[in-house]
């Protein structure tokens, strides 16, 4: 449904259309996401793992040494016991992860607020309209945007879980001592360990979902108003990808993002051309792995002939 059907007032066409503030990506949104999973997920999952796995590895080493030869017969099966403790540890990790809906949540919910005011504020600024707020569509947004990264978080654990049973697994496999199999987990200052490849992942999908997130609620409310256009934009710095640089000030469809077309004129003509033929990203902005560009609404797509 068009949000413009609902204006206070009739929208007339302004005399210019001047440029729109630059967007600015939720950047400390992003970094709250990644701080709630460091502190409320990830901590806890290596608390767990020193009380569960780690302090149990003295013991499996006993048990390892009755194998060996003129220890006498094997009293315990150490890969047996290695397997309940990981057990136990996958147990609980899912009680521990049950904090990721409710994490997820509470960023939509921040991510969707700061957007929703600069947009509103925006059409205001340019239309000089004040629109009522009527956006159905967003609790179906929100339940799918949660949905997928509490899915990632699960992932995340499973790998977790299973590089744990590898690193211990494998150690005492071949003869390593216990330290080095804590080491290995925990990490050192010169070894990452299993534990900082946690929590790179974790910093990774708070940004990258982050920006996902600020992507499409950015089109979808430009797609609802009904426009169609808009002008990339990126970040201007040494970051940018080439590919993304490719299409900065580009004028750019909603309805096909394989095009562009270098001026309004030719955009309001349906005169595209191929992304490929300048090495352009053929997607939307934000859409990328950890892409911060963003979409500039062009507010003339609601007064051109047919629309």
């Known amino acids: 449904m068009n949000f413009l059907s609902f204006p206070i007032r009739k929208p007339r066409r302004p005399k210019r259309f001047p440029r729109g503030p630059v967007a600015r990506l939720p950047r400390s949104i992003g970094h709250r996401y990644r701080d709630a999973l460091l502190r409320e997920i990830v901590d806890k999952w290596r608390d767990a793992a020193v009380s569960i796995v780690l302090d149990a590895l003295p013991a499996i ?12 017969i094997r009293k315990d099966a150490w890969p047996d016991e290695i397997s309940r403790r990981i057990d136990l ?24 607020a700061l957007s929703h005011r600069q947009w509103y504020d925006h059409v205001k600024k340019i239309m000089e309209l004040d629109l009522l707020s009527f956006e159905p569509w967003i609790q179906n947004e929100s339940k799918a945007w949660i949905r997928e990264n509490v899915s990632l978080i699960t992932k995340l654990q499973a790998d977790t879980v299973q590089d744990i049973d590898r690193v211990v697994t494998n150690g005492f ?19 990452p360990g299993v534990f900082k490849k ?13 920006g996902k997130l600020w992507g499409d609620l950015n089109q979808r409310r430009q797609e609802e108003a009904g426009i169609t256009i808009y002008i990339w ?8 990808r080439d590919s993304h640089s490719a299409l900065d000030g580009k004028y750019c ?15 309001m003509a349906g005169k595209w051309k191929k992304r490929s033929s300048i090495d352009g990203y053929e ?18 797509t609601l007064f051109a002939e047919g629309t």
């Open 173 to 191: 496999r071949t003869g390593q001592r216990v330290e080095t199999i804590r080491k290995q987990i925990l990490g050192t200052d010169l070894e």
């Open 61 to 72: 080493a006993r048990q390892v040494a009755f194998e060996r030869p003129g220890y006498g």
């Open 89 to 112: 540890l996958r147990t609980e990790y899912d009680r521990l992860s049950g904090q990721s809906h409710e994490i997820a949540a509470g960023i939509f919910q921040s991510v969707n």
């Open 283 to 300: 997607g939307d902005p934000g859409s990328d792995f950890q892409c911060r560009c963003y979409g500039e609404a062009v507010f003339e």
């Open 253 to 267: 469809s909603w309805n096909d993002p394989t095009v562009y077309s270098d001026t309004l004129e030719d955009a």
């Open 233 to 240: 934009r990126t970040s201007e710095d040494e970051r940018v």
């Open 198 to 210: 946690v929590e790179t992942r974790a910093e990774l999908i708070a940004r990258d979902q982050t």
